[in-house]
């Protein structure tokens, strides 16, 4: 099983801040088969990232994605108060399909 | 529009089973895998399964097998997920995912509005 270790576990940033959130996979991810996706209190998980960098429909240009292989990277450049959330990293590629144990996001 | 929705909350005691709905619209329901992805109170989330709506064949995660069994109805559009043997670390909200595409692997595109199963004496 390819194993996620996300962080930090709690970034703590203002709006207007550059967040930066990482995710590291125990094994390479092949193809970039890593998703992004953000949950807010009660709410499903949301769709962000697929495949490494690509954004989903009707993301903000100010979430990006990068890596590859092992080493992963979501990019929040400018936080709006509807960011702080927890966000979540996954794959895909491999059998049993993987979450990272999440990054929050809150307000400084 | 996709839409995935799911049936109500439930409370079980220990040792019963819960059977939990996911209703899809919007799209051709055998064409996409659907997911099963739970997340106790507090935690991350925890994959649990794949069904092929198309042929109903189904994968499960290891810690669930003998326990979960995954199977859907195509004249109504929904998938099921049935856990037994409940306990109280099976207390957790439990989604519906889909899968964007076929092949290859993708990503989980839309989400059930989650159904919380409580498991308590």
Redesign the interface.
């Known amino acids: 099983e390819i194993v996620l270790t996300q962080s930090p576990g709690t970034l703590s940033l203002s709006p207007g801040e550059r967040a930066t959130l990482s995710c590291r996979a125990s094994q390479s991810i092949s193809s970039s088969y890593l998703a992004w996706y953000q949950q807010k209190p009660g709410q499903a998980p949301r769709l962000l990232i697929y495949a490494a960098s690509s954004r989903a429909t009707g993301i903000p240009d100010r979430f990006s994605g990068s890596g590859s292989g092992t080493d992963f990277t979501l990019t929040i450049s400018r936080l709006e108060p509807e960011d702080f959330a927890v966000y979540y990293c996954q794959q895909y590629g491999r059998s049993p399909r993987t979450f990272g144990q999440g990054t929050k996001v809150e307000i400084k | 529009q996709v839409q995935l929705v799911q049936s109500g909350a439930e409370v079980k005691k220990p040792g019963a089973s819960v059977k939990v709905s996911c209703k899809a619209s919007g799209y051709t329901f055998s064409s996409y895998y659907m ?1 099963w ?1 739970r997340q106790a109170p507090g935690q ?4 649990m399964g ?1 069904i092929n709506p198309s042929g109903g064949t189904t ?1 499960y ?2 810690k669930f097998q003998g326990r979960v069994t995954m199977t859907r109805e195509t004249s109504t559009s929904t998938v099921y997920m049935e856990l037994t043997s409940l306990g109280a670390g099976d207390t957790a909200v439990y ?1 519906c ?1 889909r ?2 595409e076929r092949w ?6 839309y ?4 159904t919380l199963v409580t498991v308590s004496s």
């Open positions: 997911h992805v991350g989330l925890q994959w794949i994968i995660a290891q989604y995912a899968e964007g290859p692997p993708s990503h989980f595109d989400w059930g509005q989650g």
